[in-house]
């Protein structure tokens, strides 16, 4: 009764005395077929792919050709994103960039939306509901068909989908007799206007054309389940080493460059290959003083900035009969005299991915290790050396990297929470930021600072300090004479700072993702993580290691994802200084894994059994638990929010400039306003828990349509159309009717 797409097809026979080879075809809307009627396009549909047949043993051969409605052709067309990148879209944006996939004529003039609902109190809901079109794709980033795209917004929307002359209608036959009013959208202009569809009821005991009829009694459910199976979005960025993207730099594919060296008493066979992004990532594309490299090979990977590349090793004397190829993402610092001189973002997302979540949280991790060679393989060695705090120690600091994290053009991460992007404007605008030096060796230094108008604080000369008055002010001194801050001003002053605005001016829009190191860890040739900030206490569905950036709860975060990694802070330094040897020098991280992913809070629901909430929330009515007779599942692809998993599928609105998770929808005669899965259980549960009659019968064709109510005066019931046979000679046709409320 409530089928999300209802399709048609046509037969049309030939007589020929030759192969028709022209109208075998593997594309699918090629050959097209179009039935008018006085005049008025009545049906179009297109052939089906490769599907020609004939008896071919005859003078005169009779070709047999079937084509299939724009609705069901779809199937043969996969999505595609509107923008060429991921993006939200309304349901109208989706279905007519749909129906353009396959019309390339431009026969659909029209869709027709059935008033049986109302968002924010109007009915125009396709120009009002939402979704990021990430969700018309796999996890593998596979895209579904066009049809299926279809069928998922009909089934939302709580109707059904057919096609019929110029136009496309979604209908509610579970309020067909009571509301009669569509909002009609014109493809042409993207114009819509509220129309009245004839729903004058047809009585079929006048119009019989020859009598075979038959009638039943469909069979009962007592037993609804509506399963809301949503497509996660985990990970909101690609994979940073996708075999897909990346590519060799070199023009043969399976380029590789072969060494051998001595390490360690051991003679290692040393393999190398380098590889770029396609399409996915900017990188800091690698220089040898200021001048880019078009494609780094190991003559001068010795240089400054970024690439991928894979690395493989053994010894010489005992060759393996297969490689063991690992992925890394170097960055390298080769500076001139040992200058640090690779700076600034290192690797970037190149398509900024839309984001539309409330509240959870993002984990952030990177596996590293540092290197004082461009080389990643494993077998190579640096130094033994440790992170060591005694008698010749000179300090050491933490890993590590710069980061931006940012949603659109309205906030950012600062490492403790997320700020207005107006704020940083602002500071920019007021001159806040300095560029500053540090930490240099300076003995009885004392930075100034007072708090402005705008309630920032100000470091400034002595001068400058005692002539203020009337406002806060501090001055200090520095612990350690070999770790002060200062920048120097407008009029060639040094101005002494602390070191929390030396790190704010370094970061502005940024923040760092930090690795502590702890005495007697390996400096060199071991792989670390990020810090872990997680805790069992958040309570995350896929709860794992990593940085924890919680969003903001009370409102929605929505806008597109910046995501930039700079330089570490150790890369082209020496990490370990002691005084009784010789430092070494940092001159490459070699990442093998960058992860971003989302996840939600208040995920387990027993903390003692281990229970979960389940991803794929489901909605179901029984209405007498002793006797159940159930209904199949009806799967959800487009859902309504749910707090406990994150999810492409739930469907936004529009409020002004602002969006929000669609809670509900108003229903058009009850006005109950109920998630749109609530809504389904209700129409499944008041149809099929009573016996509804199903009759057939061949009758006269008086422009019956999908959208037609009949009427049987013996039963006495109102009917619509199941499915219908249109005989066009003999203008009659053959219909399944269904009983309706």
Excluded at 81 to 101: A, D, G, P, T
Aim: aromatic share 14%.
């Amino acid at each position: 009764m409530f089928k999300p797409i209802k399709c048609s097809d046509c037969q049309i026979n030939v007589l020929t005395t030759k192969v028709l080879a022209n109208l075998y075809t593997a594309l699918g809307n090629q050959i097209y077929c179009t039935i008018s009627k006085n005049g008025s396009l009545l049906w179009c549909g297109y052939s089906v792919p490769c599907l020609y047949s004939t008896d071919y043993n005859e003078e005169y051969n009779l070709l047999s050709l079937q084509f299939n409605d724009i609705l069901s052709s779809l199937s043969n067309y996969n999505y595609t994103y509107l923008n060429e990148k991921q993006s939200i879209v309304s349901f109208y944006q989706v279905i007519k960039h749909i129906i353009s996939q396959i019309d390339s004529n431009g026969l659909i003039k029209n869709v027709y939306v059935h008033n049986a609902k109302k968002i924010n109190d109007t009915t125009d809901l396709l120009n009002n509901l939402f979704i990021l079109d990430r969700n018309f794709f796999d996890e593998a980033n596979e895209a579904e068909n066009c049809k299926d795209v279809l069928e998922y917004i009909t089934r939302y929307l709580g109707m059904t989908c057919y096609y019929y002359g110029d136009s496309i209608y979604f209908v509610d036959y579970d309020i067909i007799k009571n509301i009669n009013s569509y909002t009609k959208y014109t493809l042409s202009d993207d114009s819509n206007t509220v129309v009245t569809l004839d729903n004058t009821i047809i009585n079929v005991n006048q119009n019989i054309y020859e009598s075979n009829a038959s009638i039943a009694i469909g069979e009962l459910y007592n037993k609804v389940v509506v399963v809301a199976n949503s497509n996660s979005n985990n990970t909101i960025i690609p994979e940073w080493n996708d075999e897909d993207d990346i590519i060799n730099q070199n023009a043969d594919a399976n380029k590789y460059y072969e060494s051998t060296r001595d390490i360690s008493g051991k003679n290692y066979t040393l393999l190398n290959a380098f590889f770029k992004s396609k399409n996915n990532w900017w990188w800091a594309i690698p220089s040898i003083l200021a001048v880019p490299i078009e494609e780094v090979t190991p003559q001068n990977a010795d240089s400054n900035g970024s690439y991928w590349q894979k690395a493989a090793y053994y010894e010489t004397a005992n060759e393996p009969s297969s490689l063991n190829w690992k992925t890394y993402f170097t960055i390298s610092d080769y500076g001139l005299m040992g200058w640090k001189t690779t700076d600034g973002v290192q690797l970037s997302l190149k398509n900024k991915l839309p984001i539309a979540v409330k509240g959870g949280t993002f984990i952030i991790d990177i596996n590293y290790r540092l290197s004082g060679d461009w080389n990643a393989a494993e077998c190579i060695v640096t130094s033994d050396e440790q992170y060591y705090d005694g008698k010749y120690s000179t300090g050491f600091t933490d890993t590590m990297f710069k980061c931006k994290l940012a949603i659109g053009d309205t906030m950012y991460y600062d490492g403790d929470g997320w700020v207005n992007y107006q704020e940083y404007h602002n500071k920019v605008a007021r001159n806040y930021y300095k560029i500053c030096n540090g930490p240099n060796t300076w003995a009885g230094a004392t930075w100034y600072k007072y708090l402005d108008e705008y309630g920032y604080w100000r470091f400034v000369t002595k001068g400058e300090y005692d002539s203020i008055s009337g406002r806060e002010k501090y001055s200090g001194g520095y612990a350690d004479r070999n770790y002060v801050y200062s920048y120097t001003n407008s009029s060639n002053e040094r101005v002494f700072i602390e070191k929390w605005f030396y790190d704010e001016c370094k970061l502005q829009d940024c923040f760092y993702l930090v690795h502590k190191n702890k005495v007697g860890d390996k400096v060199f040739d071991t792989d670390y993580s990020l810090t872990n900030t997680v805790s069992w206490r958040m309570n995350l569905a896929e709860s794992e290691d990593g940085v924890a950036v919680s969003l903001p709860s009370d409102k929605m975060t929505l806008g597109e994802l910046t995501f930039e990694l700079y330089a570490p802070n150790q890369l082209g330094t020496t990490p370990m200084r002691r005084t009784d040897k010789e430092p070494v020098r940092c001159n490459s991280f070699h990442i093998n894994d960058v992860k971003l992913k989302y996840t939600t809070s208040d995920y387990v629901k027993d903390i003692f059994n281990d229970e979960t909430y389940d991803e794929d929330l489901k909605f179901e009515n029984v209405i007498d638990e002793n006797i159940v007779n159930d209904f199949d599942d009806i799967e959800f692809r487009i859902n309504t929010y749910n707090e406990h998993a994150g999810s492409y599928s739930y469907v936004l609105t529009k409020v002004g400039d602002e969006y929000y998770f669609v809670d509900t929808l108003t229903d058009g005669v009850s006005k109950d306003k109920l998630k749109a899965e609530e809504h389904c259980i209700n129409k499944y549960v008041n149809y099929y828990s009573k016996p509804r009659f199903r009759y057939s019968n061949s009758i006269k064709n008086r422009d019956i349509s999908l959208n037609s109510i009949l009427k049987e005066n013996t039963l006495n019931k109102n009917f619509v159309i199941n499915s219908i046979t249109y005989d066009l000679m003999n203008n009659k046709c053959d219909v399944e009717l269904n009983e309706i409320r």
